[in-house]
Each structure stands twice: as structure tokens, then as C-alpha cells.
């Protein structure tokens, strides 16, 4: 499938009766190609490859064509689960795609490439199909990608091993991939920079500029211009100064936080305040000064090269900055034991070299080399033994100490090391051994300091501290990310992703540290640095164990919406190894916040987090997790005993405050409430929105918003100030107050009109809500005349920014509300039809999650006027399985389809008979993000129904309880539905 299609049986015979059928070919393509090694609905591919025949006819023609391909392929070559799911049976049939991702995933780049022998299908094409057509194309980009990667890996590796030829035709290849990518281009050129190619980068330079001009009339960004003149300095001066090489890694092509030019020949100076550079970085050493150091010159050259290191260290990490006093670590390399004269220099200079690279490594601070050898010179007996060793570290106040040999035979050396507790030298932390040529010796002593580094994470709660270690060949980059790791255990987020920003300009291969990078920025809500940090950390999964890279997979498919495939991983992960930690983390996460989505419960999230915490006790993050579920069941006891043990592990503010809130709400103390809003007054902005979302969600109380003083941050066009009205838009709501909701809409009009208009459209035909015809109409009028954005895709975060399809989502949903069947439908087939180019480019993930959320309000749109006429088995039949997209082009407050079609679903469910999956369904509200506030009361009035009617007294009358105490003050529209459970809860409990 990897170029023209072709399809042979096990003989190697062309399989004609299939290749002749376009759409039979098209549909065994996609079986084999989506989601490998899964199941597909029946409804999912009758929609992709025949839409525009009615349901029976479709189904007809895809049961026809699934038995014709089992007639060539062979009967077990399709497998069917149920009635409804159909998959391809990997055993039976062998794809190239799946070959060559597999092969990707492992590394093995000269396979993957070898197996990339074009476009997926190229040339293929079937009519009447757009979202096969949407689908097709979207997987050609996501493969050519992977293509282009494996391709510049392989010439890093190349260029590593010395075989800058085949280096460069692999860059070569890279860029012929890349062509519809400047990212790519841009990695080239850094690639050929690094090896010496400038002419060959200025080549590529001016063909990007050229493609550029012809196809978008544009020019090159700035960073590609910035890197192309840093080209160009460097091959002036090249002319006149003796040629250089350098340790430091290619910059990240596009990464975060932009290129930074490799092979620089100066130590930089640090970046200037606030401009969110990367910190400077060591010099590169030229090559000449390798082949030019005696044993007498190396002395000196030690020394120097202690002080530059020592000096960037601080640089990098501002010393220790972030760490606890008492967090910190002495270390106290003393001189190393030399076999013989050769090595003779490195008695005293591995003091000087060691203690610079382990300096300011996780917490670690070296003791004054020179204090060191003055101590040992002063003992009568300088060849020291572990117990002389120790006691003369806890002299010089270190906790840590190092002792070692240095060995020299011919043109090799190799360096020996132990690490030491002071207080005990029985068994040792770690132990370490490193070699290379005699004029290697800087990068043997960078690979003893990682590997001695590595030894001291325990492998089941360290084990990405001790794996970053392990698979980074800079020393300031391991630095840098070991630095990040303390900060993000500790719940430091900002300060973390700056570190991990700085490992990951350092060295361009890096891939646990573009990992952590992306989860500390979703921690901040960054999701272009979330997703492009996941999909770099993927692209060099091939660098790491196969665990990791199964966490990288999973973690990717978690930031772009998928959660079932990311819970399988992650399943997978703790099946076979069941003390990783960071999979049980991971694991509980997506259950945590996607588990309400698929109408699962919060519990079984805490039953993973409480795994977790078997195996690290102290985990700060599974810890609060855990006590905002006990808030969320109501089980104060535990939620006291959580709150204590969060307390004692010194947490962030705004954890801290957040807990306060929520157990004050569980205790019913309104004095603990109030010490929280008086504490809120002193903090970040956000965390009033934070903390009263958290309200909403966990302790389901929306009238908090007001109460932590929300309001008092509402005013203004700012994007916090615009969240905070939203929320309060919607607690308003939650407690049946429509009139209020819309008072606070009218407030956010001012700033934001466009946006007000579509939230009041949106909130106003909720299903429990009955407006005035005359309202709705008016609403109607308002969508056809309101002021687009000026741009139609938001960067995350910026409200002011909607997408153009959601002002045709509300009217989708007016058209409903007045009974207008036809326009309603009509609606419906816009929002299905391929959007206008973006004015930002869209990955191919984003473009494929924006066309199923497309696809998703539509589906909403018609089930909704399906419902209406009363057809709630064709309209559960329109819904289909959940599979939910994240609108993450908006905050979580506002993803009002997935919680409409949640609802939704469960009203059917409930109308059907189902009233088992309705109850499991309903459960589920409220959703951790708090985005279906407005739920809250109608699912607790469903509940109660239903229970009511199955005769369990005890559960309908906690539900009743829960619609009367949410809408004790709702409008007067709303207060007959109030009466009614008030009278049927006291009918219950008399």
C-alpha cells in the first residue's frame, strides 16, 4: 500500500478480483491501515464509504463487499466481533504500513525506509467518499512524517558513526519527504550545518524559499532565516579560523523553544531577562586540541575545562535554584587511582573533571575539589579505602563520595567509579565504568558521570530519571532534564518545562525529555507545546527501551483526544511490567479524565491511582487525585486522612487551597470556606477559576463561583477574565437560574459578542430549558448577522478565537428547538462537508480531530431532531458508539457537545428500556474539568426517576435530594420540576 497499491496471495499471485474494485480495495485498506489491530463498526465504515446511500442499502453493499474480499483472501482473513465490529487478521494478512511502523517504532530506520516506497495508495482515489478521501490523505501526511524522521535519524546516526556521506543522503532523503513541511527543511539544514555542509544547506535553503514563493507567495519563517544567517557566519569565518566540531547536539527542527544554531564556537552569554531563550551551553572543544594534549597540557586543559563546566552548570540550573536546603546532596570526588604513568594526570584532575559534571545534578552539589586534595594531601596514607574515604567525606560535610581508577592500555582508557553513602560503605549507591581513546578523554568522563548518575535511581520509582541518564549523550542536557524531573515531582510546572526546554535544545535526540516537556506543559495548559513535544518524543521512540516508547505511544494518543487507545497501552504496559509506576500514573489519568466521557465512574480511576501508591507512597499527584474523588463520594473520613498526607509532602499552593475548599464544602464549614477566599485574594488569577471549577466538579457545588468571588476577575477582555464569566455563566445555570446565566452573558458581550452569542444559543436550547418561541427566533436572527473572529482556528486558550463551524452548531440547535426538522438536517450536511483551509496549518492529527468533531456536532444535530420526532431508536442508532473528540481548540468549560451528547444518550438509553446503561451513563456526572455543570440536576432528576420506578426507595430519595438542593433557588420555570421531587422525596422518607 506503500506507493501504488498492490495486492498478491501467499503464492505472490496479483489478487485481480480485488485490485479491480476500487471501493473493495479502498475498504480493505482501511481496515488494515486505521487503528491497526482493531475492530471497526459496521455504522462508522457504511458512513465512510457509502454516505450517501440509506442505511439498509449501505449495509447491504458493505456485507457484500466484506464476503467477496473473504472469497479471495481467504475466510478467516476478516474477522468479525459481534455483529457489528469488523477487523483484519494480522496473522492471515501481511501489510507493508504495519511493517514499516512497526519497524519505526523499534528504531530499525534503514527497514522503515526501505519499506516507504510512496504515498500510501499514491494515485488512489474513489468517488463519492470525502471522508475516506479526508482519511486518505491525512494518513499519507502522518506516514510521510514518520518517513522523513527515520530518515534524518538515520543520518544522525550516520553522521555519529563517522559516515558523513551516507549522512547526507539520508538528510537528502529527509528533505525530499519534507516538502510540504518547512519543520523538516529546517532540520535538514540544522543536519548539514552540524556536518560541514553549509554549501548543501544554503542549497536546500534557497529550494524551500523558492517552493515557498511559488506555491503561498511567502517567505521562509523567522526562525528558518535566523538559522540560514547563523549558516552563512559560520561559513564566512570557517574561511579564516581553523575548523571546529562540537559536542553539542543539532537543534530540534521547530521544537520548543525554537532552534538554537549548533557548533558555536564561544561560550554565549546568558539570555537576555523574559525572552524565554534556552540557557547557554559549553563551547564545542576543536578538534585539534584532542590530538595536541600531553600528559603535561592535559593538566592544565582539565583544569580549564572544570571552570567552563562549573560555570555553566550554575548557568543552566541558576545552581541549585528550586531545590530544598534540605534536598541537597554533598559529593566529594576524591583523586583517582592510576595504574601507571600514562594516567598519572587524572589522579587529581578527575577530581576537578567529575566534581564539575555531577555539580548541580539532581541535587547534587560538589565539595570544593581543591578543599578535597587538600584534605587527602594532609593524610599520611593517600591511597585511600572505602572506610578512610567515608570518613574523610563526612570531614568535609559531604553525605557522598567517589572513588576510583584510571587505566590506560595503548590508545585506550578506562575509568572505573563507585558512589558511596558516607554514613555506610557496605554496599555501594551505584557503580561505573567508562572507556575510549586516550584524546577522548572529556567524553569518557561525560559517560562515567551519566552512568554513575543512572546507578542511583531506583529502577521502579526513578526509573525515567535513571533512563534520561542512560540515553542522553550530553552531560548539560542530562543536567537540565534532571533538574525539570525535581520540579515536576514537586508540582513546579512552569519552572519544570523551562528545564526540560533547555535539555531538549541541548541535545536534539532527546526524546525522554521531549516527553516530560509535553507533560508539564499540559500541566500549564500549553497544548501546542503539549502536542508538538509528544509528537517529537514519538518520532524518537526508536532511541528508548520499548516500554517507554509504548509510554510515548499511549501519552500521544492521550493529548490528541484518544482515550481508549491510550488506556489499551497503557494497560499493556502494567500487564507486563506491574510496578511502572509512571504506566499506573498514566493508567489513572486517562481514566480520571476520560472515564466520565465513556460513562465510567471515578472509582475505577482510584482504583489505579491506589496501585500507584503500593509502589510509591509519596506520590503528590495520585494523592490529590484520590482526594478529590473522596470528595466527589462524600467520604469525609478519607478525604481528612488524603488531605493530612498531601499536607506533609509540602504542596503547591494552589493544590493546598483546593483541598482546603473542597473539605470545607464536605464538612459544611463555612468558616474553612472563607480562609480560602480570603487566601485566593494573594494568588495567581487563575486559581480562583481553578479551585471553583474543582468546586463544581468534585463536591457539585456550582454556587461556589460566586462565593470564592469570581466576579471580582470577570471584567475585562483578558482571556482569564472572559473564562471566569463563562464559569460563571454556567454555575448560574447549574442552579436553574437561566435569567442570571444570561445577565452574565450580556456582561461578556461587551468584550466578546461573537462568543456570548453562540454560549447563549448553546445553554438556552439545553433540553430541561423551554424558551419562548419569540427568544429563540430572536436568537435565530442574532447567529445570521454576528461578527465572525478574525481568525478560525483559536490557539488554546483564546477564547475570543471560535471555530466557524460552532456558530453553525447553534444554529443547528435552534432550528431543533423551533421543530424546524428540514433546516435542522441542513445544518447538519454544512457542518459535514470538508471546512475551508485553515489560516494556521493543521497537523494531520488536528485535521483529522477537527473532522470527526465536525462530524460529531452533526451527528448531535440530527439525533436531536430524531429524538424530537420520537424516533429514540433511530436517534441512539445516529449516535453511535461513543467515541468522543476533544474540542481542544477551547477551554473544558466549553465542550458543550460531548456533554450534550452524554446526556443525550442517556435520555435514549432510558426511553429504551436500557435503564442498567442509562444508570452507568448518568453516573458519570459530573466530568472532572466540570464542562457539564448544567447537567448536574437534570442527570440527579433521571436517576431518581429510574430508581423510583425499580422500587430502590434509598437511591431515588439521594437523588431527589441532590435536584432539590441544586435548584432550591431556580427560576420559576423551572420550580414545578423543584416541587415535584421535593414531594416525591417526602413521600419517599415518610
Given at each position: 500500500?506503500?506507493?501504488?497499491?498492490?495486492?498478491?496471495d501467499?503464492?505472490?499471485?496479483?489478487?485481480?478480483?480485488?485490485l479491480?474494485?476500487?471501493?473493495?480495495?479502498?475498504?480493505?485498506?482501511?481496515?488494515?491501515?486505521?487503528h491497526r489491530?482493531r475492530?471497526?463498526?459496521?455504522?462508522?465504515?457504511?458512513?465512510?464509504?457509502?454516505?450517501?446511500?440509506?442505511e439498509?442499502?449501505?449495509r447491504d453493499?458493505?456485507?457484500?463487499?466484506?464476503?467477496?474480499?473473504?472469497?479471495?483472501?481467504?475466510?478467516?482473513?476478516?474477522?468479525?466481533?459481534?455483529?457489528?465490529?469488523?477487523g483484519v487478521?494480522?496473522?492471515?494478512?501481511w501489510?507493508?504500513?504495519g511493517?514499516?511502523?512497526?519497524?519505526?517504532?523499534a528504531?530499525?530506520?534503514?527497514?522503515?525506509?526501505a519499506?516507504?516506497?510512496?504515498?500510501?495508495?499514491?494515485?488512489?482515489?474513489?468517488?463519492?467518499?470525502?471522508?475516506?478521501?479526508h482519511w486518505?490523505?491525512?494518513?499519507?501526511?502522518?506516514?510521510?512524517?514518520?518517513?522523513?524522521?527515520?530518515?534524518?535519524?538515520?543520518?544522525?546516526?550516520?553522521?555519529?558513526?563517522g559516515d558523513?556521506?551516507?549522512?547526507r543522503?539520508f538528510?537528502e532523503r529527509?528533505?525530499?519527504?519534507s516538502?510540504g513541511?518547512?519543520?523538516?527543511?529546517?532540520?535538514a539544514?540544522?543536519?548539514?550545518?552540524?556536518?560541514?555542509?553549509r554549501a548543501?544547506?544554503?542549497?536546500l535553503?534557497e529550494i524551500?524559499?523558492v517552493r515557498?514563493?511559488q506555491?503561498?507567495?511567502?517567505?521562509?519563517?523567522p526562525?528558518?532565516r535566523?538559522?540560514?544567517?547563523?549558516?552563512?557566519?559560520?561559513r564566512?569565518?570557517?574561511?579564516?579560523?581553523?575548523?571546529?566540531?562540537?559536542?553539542?547536539?543539532?537543534?530540534?527542527?521547530?521544537?520548543?523553544?525554537?532552534p538554537?544554531?549548533?557548533?558555536d564556537?564561544?561560550?554565549?552569554?546568558?539570555?537576555?531577562?523574559?525572552?524565554?531563550?534556552?540557557?547557554?551551553?559549553?563551547?564545542?572543544?576543536p578538534?585539534?586540541l584532542?590530538?595536541l594534549?600531553?600528559p603535561s597540557?592535559?593538566?592544565?586543559?582539565?583544569?580549564?575545562?572544570?571552570?567552563?563546566?562549573?560555570?555553566?552548570?550554575?548557568w543552566?540550573?541558576?545552581?541549585l535554584?528550586?531545590?530544598?536546603?534540605?534536598?541537597?546532596?554533598?559529593?566529594?570526588v576524591?583523586?583517582?587511582?592510576?595504574?601507571?604513568?600514562?594516567?598519572e594526570?587524572l589522579?587529581?584532575?578527575?577530581?576537578?573533571l567529575?566534581?564539575?559534571r555531577?555539580?548541580?545534578?539532581?541535587?547534587l552539589?560538589?565539595v570544593?575539589?581543591?578543599a578535597?586534595?587538600n584534605r587527602?594531601?594532609?593524610?599520611?596514607?593517600?591511597?585511600l579505602?572505602?572506610a578512610?574515604?567515608?570518613k574523610?567525606?563526612?570531614?568535609?560535610?559531604?553525605?557522598l563520595?567517589?572513588v576510583?581508577?584510571?587505566?590506560?592500555?595503548?590508545?585506550?582508557?578506562?575509568l572505573h567509579a563507585t558512589?558511596?553513602?558516607?554514613?555506610?560503605?557496605?554496599?555501594?549507591?551505584?557503580v561505573a565504568?567508562?572507556e575510549g581513546?586516550a584524546?577522548e578523554?572529556?567524553?569518557?568522563?561525560?559517560?562515567?558521570?551519566?552512568?554513575l548518575?543512572?546507578?542511583?535511581?531506583?529502577?521502579r520509582t526513578?526509573?525515567?530519571?535513571?533512563?534520561?541518564?542512560?540515553?542522553?549523550?550530553?552531560?548539560e542536557?542530562?543536567?537540565?532534564?534532571?533538574?525539570?524531573?525535581?520540579?515536576?515531582?514537586?508540582?513546579d510546572?512552569?519552572?519544570?518545562s523551562e528545564?526540560?526546554?533547555?535539555?531538549?535544545?541541548?541535545?536534539?535526540?532527546?526524546?525522554?525529555a521531549?516527553?516530560r516537556?509535553s507533560?508539564?506543559?499540559?500541566?500549564?495548559g500549553?497544548d501546542?507545546?503539549?502536542?508538538?513535544?509528544?509528537?517529537?518524543a514519538?518520532a524518537?521512540?526508536?532511541?528508548?527501551?520499548?516500554?517507554?516508547?509504548r509510554?510515548?505511544?499511549?501519552w500521544?494518543a492521550?493529548?490528541?483526544?484518544d482515550?481508549?487507545?491510550?488506556e489499551?497501552?497503557?494497560?499493556?504496559?502494567?500487564?507486563?511490567?506491574?510496578t511502572?509506576t509512571?504506566?499506573?500514573?498514566?493508567?489513572a489519568?486517562?481514566?480520571?479524565?476520560?472515564g466520565?466521557t465513556?460513562?465510567?465512574?471515578?472509582?475505577?480511576?482510584?482504583?489505579?491511582?491506589?496501585?500507584?501508591?503500593?509502589?510509591e507512597?509519596?506520590?503528590?499527584?495520585?494523592?490529590?487525585?484520590?482526594a478529590?474523588?473522596?470528595?466527589?463520594?462524600?467520604?469525609?473520613?478519607?478525604?481528612?486522612s488524603?488531605?493530612?498526607?498531601?499536607?506533609?509532602?509540602?504542596?503547591?499552593?494552589?493544590d493546598t487551597?483546593?483541598?482546603a475548599?473542597?473539605?470545607?464544602?464536605?464538612?459544611q464549614?463555612p468558616?474553612?470556606?472563607a480562609?480560602?477566599?480570603?487566601?485566593?485574594?494573594?494568588?495567581?488569577p487563575?486559581?480562583k477559576e481553578?479551585?471553583?471549577?474543582?468546586?463544581?466538579?468534585?463536591?457539585?457545588?456550582?454556587g461556589?463561583?460566586?462565593r470564592?468571588?469570581?466576579a471580582?476577575?470577570?471584567?475585562?477582555?483578558e482571556?482569564q477574565?472572559?473564562?471566569?464569566?463563562?464559569?460563571?455563566?454556567?454555575?448560574?445555570l447549574?442552579?436553574?437560574r437561566?435569567?442570571?446565566a444570561?445577565a452574565e452573558l450580556?456582561?461578556?458581550?461587551?468584550v466578546?459578542?461573537?462568543?456570548?452569542?453562540?454560549?447563549?444559543?448553546?445553554l438556552?436550547?439545553?433540553?430541561?430549558?423551554?424558551l419562548?418561541?419569540?427568544e429563540?427566533?430572536?436568537l435565530?436572527?442574532a447567529?445570521?448577522?454576528?461578527?465572525?473572529?478574525?481568525?478560525?482556528?483559536?490557539?488554546?486558550?483564546?477564547?475570543?478565537?471560535q471555530?466557524?463551524?460552532?456558530?453553525?452548531y447553534?444554529?443547528?440547535?435552534?432550528?431543533?428547538?423551533?421543530?424546524e426538522?428540514?433546516?435542522?438536517?441542513?445544518?447538519a450536511?454544512?457542518?459535514?462537508?470538508?471546512?475551508?483551509s485553515?489560516?494556521?496549518?493543521?497537523?494531520a492529527?488536528?485535521?483529522?480531530m477537527?473532522?470527526?468533531?465536525?462530524?460529531?456536532l452533526?451527528r448531535?444535530?440530527?439525533?436531536?431532531?430524531?429524538?424530537?420526532?420520537?424516533?429514540?431508536?433511530?436517534?441512539?442508532?445516529?449516535?453511535?458508539?461513543?467515541?468522543?473528540?476533544?474540542?481542544r481548540v477551547?477551554?473544558?468549560?466549553?465542550?458543550?457537545?460531548?456533554?450534550?451528547?452524554?446526556?443525550?444518550r442517556?435520555?435514549?438509553l432510558?426511553?429504551?428500556?436500557r435503564?442498567?446503561?442509562?444508570?452507568?451513563?448518568?453516573?458519570?456526572?459530573?466530568?472532572?474539568?466540570?464542562?457539564?455543570?448544567?447537567?448536574?440536576?437534570?442527570?440527579?432528576?433521571?436517576?431518581?426517576?429510574?430508581?423510583?420506578?425499580r422500587?430502590?426507595?434509598?437511591r431515588?430519595?439521594?437523588?431527589?435530594?441532590?435536584?432539590?438542593?441544586?435548584?432550591r433557588?431556580?427560576?420559576?420555570?423551572l420550580?414545578?420540576?423543584?416541587?415535584?421531587?421535593?414531594?416525591?422525596?417526602?413521600?419517599?422518607?415518610?
Open positions: 500500500m506503500l506507493g501504488s497499491p498492490d495486492l498478491v501467499a503464492a505472490g499471485q496479483p489478487l485481480h478480483m480485488v479491480a474494485q476500487p471501493r473493495r480495495l479502498a475498504l480493505l485498506s482501511y481496515l488494515a491501515v486505521a489491530r475492530f471497526h463498526r459496521r455504522d462508522t465504515l457504511v458512513t465512510l464509504f457509502w454516505p450517501e446511500s440509506a439498509r442499502p449501505a453493499l458493505l456485507n457484500t463487499n466484506v464476503s467477496r474480499l473473504r472469497a479471495s483472501l481467504g475466510a478467516d482473513a476478516l474477522l468479525s466481533r459481534g455483529n457489528e465490529e469488523i487478521n494480522d496473522a492471515r494478512v501489510c507493508d504500513v511493517a514499516f511502523e512497526a519497524a519505526y517504532e528504531g530499525r530506520g534503514e527497514e522503515a525506509l519499506l516507504y516506497r510512496g504515498d500510501l495508495l499514491e494515485g488512489f482515489h474513489i468517488s463519492a467518499a470525502p471522508e475516506f478521501d486518505l490523505e491525512a494518513e499519507r501526511r502522518r506516514l510521510r512524517e514518520m518517513a522523513a524522521s527515520a530518515a534524518f535519524a538515520m543520518a544522525e546516526r550516520r553522521r555519529d558513526a558523513v556521506p551516507a549522512a543522503r538528510v529527509g528533505a525530499a519527504l516538502l513541511t518547512e519543520d523538516g527543511f529546517r532540520r539544514i540544522a543536519l548539514l550545518d552540524v556536518m560541514g555542509d548543501g544547506a544554503l542549497r535553503y524551500l524559499s515557498l514563493r506555491d503561498h507567495d511567502a517567505e521562509p519563517a526562525e528558518t535566523h538559522l540560514i544567517e547563523l549558516v552563512r557566519a559560520r564566512a569565518s570557517s574561511a579564516v579560523a581553523p575548523a571546529a566540531t562540537s559536542d553539542a547536539q543539532a537543534p530540534p527542527a521547530g521544537a520548543p523553544p525554537g538554537r544554531a549548533a557548533g564556537d564561544a561560550l554565549p552569554g546568558p539570555p537576555a531577562a523574559g525572552d524565554g531563550a534556552p540557557a547557554p551551553r559549553v563551547a564545542g572543544r578538534a585539534r584532542r590530538s594534549l600531553t597540557r592535559r593538566r592544565a586543559s582539565i583544569a580549564a575545562a572544570a571552570i567552563l563546566l562549573a560555570f555553566a552548570a550554575l543552566y540550573q541558576g545552581g535554584s528550586g531545590t530544598r536546603a534540605s534536598d541537597v546532596e554533598h559529593v566529594a576524591f583523586p583517582f587511582a592510576a595504574s601507571g604513568a600514562e594516567t594526570y589522579r587529581e584532575g578527575m577530581t576537578d567529575l566534581t564539575a555531577l555539580d548541580g545534578m539532581e541535587a552539589r560538589g570544593d575539589p581543591r578535597v586534595v587527602i594531601r594532609s593524610l599520611s596514607d593517600t591511597s579505602g572505602a578512610q574515604a567515608a574523610a567525606a563526612r570531614d568535609l560535610g559531604a553525605k563520595f567517589v576510583g581508577s584510571s587505566m590506560q592500555v595503548g590508545d585506550r582508557i578506562r558512589l558511596y553513602d558516607s554514613r555506610s560503605t557496605e554496599q555501594p549507591v551505584s565504568t567508562a581513546g584524546s578523554i572529556f567524553e569518557v568522563v561525560d559517560r562515567l558521570a551519566r552512568s548518575l543512572a546507578g542511583r535511581f531506583d529502577e526513578r526509573r525515567l530519571s535513571r533512563l534520561g541518564a542512560e540515553t542522553t549523550r550530553s552531560v542536557a542530562l543536567r537540565a532534564y534532571l533538574a525539570g524531573e525535581r520540579l515536576y515531582r514537586r508540582g510546572y512552569a519552572a519544570a528545564a526540560f526546554q533547555r535539555a531538549v535544545a541541548l541535545d536534539s535526540t532527546f526524546a525522554l521531549y516527553y516537556l507533560n508539564a506543559a499540559a500541566w500549564l500549553r501546542d507545546v503539549t502536542r508538538g513535544a509528544a509528537d517529537r514519538l524518537l521512540a526508536g532511541l528508548v527501551p520499548g516500554n517507554e516508547a509510554l510515548f505511544q499511549a500521544s492521550y493529548v490528541y483526544g482515550g481508549d487507545s491510550a489499551q497501552v497503557y494497560r499493556t504496559i502494567v500487564t507486563d511490567r506491574p511502572d509512571e504506566a499506573w500514573y498514566r493508567l489519568e486517562v481514566l480520571f479524565h476520560y466520565p465513556y460513562g465510567r465512574t471515578l472509582a475505577e480511576a482510584g482504583q489505579a491511582f491506589e496501585q500507584l501508591l503500593r509502589f507512597p509519596d506520590n503528590l499527584e495520585a494523592l490529590i487525585h484520590l478529590r474523588i473522596a470528595a466527589h463520594e462524600r467520604a469525609p473520613v478519607r478525604l481528612d488524603l488531605i493530612r498526607r498531601v499536607r506533609a509532602l509540602n504542596a503547591p499552593q494552589g487551597l483546593e483541598l475548599e473542597l473539605r470545607a464544602l464536605t464538612f464549614d468558616r474553612g470556606e480562609a480560602v477566599r480570603a487566601a485566593l485574594v494573594l494568588t495567581e487563575h486559581l481553578w479551585i471553583a471549577t474543582s468546586a463544581i466538579a468534585f463536591a457539585e457545588d456550582p461556589a463561583a460566586a470564592l468571588g469570581l471580582d476577575q470577570a471584567d475585562g477582555a482571556p477574565a472572559v473564562l471566569n464569566r463563562v464559569l460563571l455563566a454556567h454555575a448560574e447549574a442552579q436553574g437561566w435569567r442570571a444570561k450580556d456582561r461578556l458581550a461587551s466578546a459578542p461573537a462568543l456570548a452569542l453562540e454560549l447563549r444559543v448553546v438556552g436550547t439545553l433540553p430541561f430549558l423551554e419562548p418561541e419569540r429563540l427566533r430572536d435565530l436572527a447567529t445570521a448577522t454576528s461578527p465572525r473572529p478574525s481568525a478560525g482556528y483559536a490557539a488554546p486558550g483564546q477564547l475570543s478565537l471555530p466557524p463551524w460552532t456558530g453553525r447553534a444554529r443547528g440547535l435552534l432550528h431543533v428547538a423551533l421543530g426538522r428540514e433546516a435542522a438536517l441542513g445544518v450536511r454544512e457542518l459535514e462537508q470538508p471546512p475551508p485553515p489560516p494556521r496549518p493543521l497537523t492529527r488536528d485535521d483529522t477537527l473532522v470527526a468533531l465536525r462530524h460529531h452533526a448531535i444535530i440530527r439525533a436531536r431532531a430524531q429524538d424530537q420526532a420520537g424516533d429514540a431508536g433511530v436517534a441512539l442508532r445516529t449516535l453511535g458508539a461513543p467515541d468522543l473528540p476533544s474540542l477551547l477551554p473544558n468549560i466549553m465542550q458543550h457537545p460531548t456533554a450534550a451528547e452524554r446526556f443525550l442517556a435520555r435514549l432510558e426511553r429504551l428500556g435503564a442498567e446503561d442509562a444508570l452507568r451513563l448518568l453516573s458519570s456526572f459530573p466530568d472532572p474539568s466540570g464542562y457539564d455543570a448544567v447537567y448536574l440536576a437534570p442527570s440527579h432528576l433521571l436517576r431518581a426517576r429510574i430508581y423510583d420506578e422500587g430502590d426507595s434509598a431515588a430519595a439521594r437523588h431527589y435530594a441532590r435536584v432539590v438542593e441544586l435548584w433557588n431556580a427560576d420559576a420555570e420550580q414545578p420540576l423543584v416541587r415535584t421531587a421535593r414531594a416525591r422525596l417526602e413521600r419517599l422518607r415518610g
